[in-house]
Structure formats: C-alpha cells, structure tokens
T-cell receptor
Framework: GQSLEQPSEVTAVEGAIVQINCTYQTSGFYGLSWYQQHDGGAPTFLSYNGLDGLEETGRFSSFLSRSDSYGYLLLQELQMKDSASYFCAVSNQAGTALIFGKGTTLSVSS | NAGVTQTPKFQVLKTGQSMTLQCAQDMNHEYMSWYRQDPGMGLRLIHYSVGAGITDQGEVPNGYNVSRSTTEDFPLRLLSAAPSQTSVYFC???????????FGQGTRLTVV
C-alpha cells in the first residue's frame, strides 16, 4: 500500500524560510501533492509535482525526486498566516483517490 | 460558485443510530472521496468513486456505506454509529484522481 512520512511539527519565525520534507512508499506513482489546512478549516490545494524538479508558486515551492521517493515543500518569507497544517499526498495504486500523510503543523511566531 | 457542499456541519448521534452525511459538488467532477480526520492521524480515505455507479473502498471503510447515483452527489451512510466514528468528515472531488482535489467544509460528528 501507500505510506507517507513527514515531520509532525515545525516552528519558525516571521520572514524565515522553512522546508517540510515528505518521503513516500507507493505501488504505482502518479505524483506528489501538497495541501494546507488552517485550524477548523478544510484542506486546500497548494501544489502538485508529477515530474522531478522544482515547482514555484509565489512564496511556496515544491520539489520532487522520484528516484529518492522524496519531496519537500518550501515556504519563504514566512507570515503569521502560514501557521497551519501541511499534508503531502500521493494517489492510491489505481490513481483514483489521494492518500495523505499525517501532516506537519507549522507554527510561525513573531 | 458553491464547489463542494457538505451537510450537516455538526451532528451528535447516539450509539447505534444511523445517519447519512450529504456531499454535493457542482463542478461536474467524476472523482469523489470521503475522508475522516482524527487528531494526529491526518486524512484517512474511507470510500471513493470514479463516476456514477462506481464506488470502492479506501483505507478505513468498515462501518460506512456509500453509493453514487448521480455525478453530483456522494452520500456517506453510517448504519449503526459507534463512538469510534467520532471524527471530522471531509468530502472531496476532483477532475482526475491525482490532480487538485476540492474539499467541502467538513462535518463534525460526535457519537455518544
């Protein structure tokens, strides 16, 4: 089956850069996705990497290395509003639904 | 511009009661999924569907039933609620199974 590992907590200060790592084991791989969830809210899509390399969207970047079964989410110029949980996700073996990691709680302080 | 709509937002059930969590999407997505979220456990896949009339089990399907009679609706049924089913339930839809998933606002269910 599919499994993902990511750190449970990360702390940083405003303006800093933080990297959240994700390693995965899958039977069939269709790409790595990242989602953000604020307390009490719904998960929202941040990025998707189908191929190796870096994808950049504003202050957020995501990286994938398929040979290492590894990816990361990079958050730059951290703001208080970035305090949230971040989940990496891969598809199930058939590519028909997403399987999520347990999430990383990011706390940004001033 | 509704997206994915879940009802109800909050529910308290007694052990043994049944209920249906509703999920509707207006984006004409073929792929829909149900997840439960418990503290420290992330989002766990309960059931999913790849189109009307087609459903399959996810990681934690026991105690839950689903059906998909239309593209828009994907209800989740608890036949006999148990305290272990106390959780936050999210419904999601997507154009494909691996691309951007859109989530509803969740249903917070407590079974006493």
């Amino acid at each position: 089956g599919q499994s993902l590992e990511q750190p449970s907590e990360v702390t940083a200060v405003e303006g800093a850069i933080v990297q959240i790592n994700c390693t995965y084991q899958t039977s069939g791989f269709y790409g790595l996705s990242w989602y953000q969830q604020h307390d009490g809210g719904a998960p929202t899509f941040l990025s998707y990497n189908g191929l190796d390399g870096l994808e950049e969207t504003g202050r957020f970047s995501s990286f994938l290395s398929r040979s290492d079964s590894y990816g990361y989410l990079l958050l730059q110029e951290l703001q208080m509003k970035d305090s949230a949980s971040y989940f990496c996700a891969v598809s199930n073996q058939a590519g028909t639904a997403l399987i999520f990691g347990k999430g990383t709680t990011l706390s940004v302080s001033s | 511009n509704a997206g994915v709509t879940q009802t109800p937002k909050f529910q308290v059930l007694k052990t043994g009661q049944s209920m249906t969590l509703q999920c509707a999407q207006d984006m004409n997505h073929e792929y829909m999924s149900w997840y439960r979220q418990d503290p420290g456990m992330g989002l766990r896949l309960i059931h999913y569907s790849v189109g009307a009339g087609i459903t399959d089990q996810g990681e934690v399907p026991n105690g839950y039933n689903v059906s998909r009679s239309t593209t828009e609706d994907f209800p989740l049924r608890l036949l006999s609620a148990a305290p272990s089913q106390t959780s936050v339930y999210f419904c999601a839809s997507s154009y494909e199974g691996v691309t951007e998933a859109f989530f509803g606002q969740g249903t917070r269910l407590t079974v006493v």
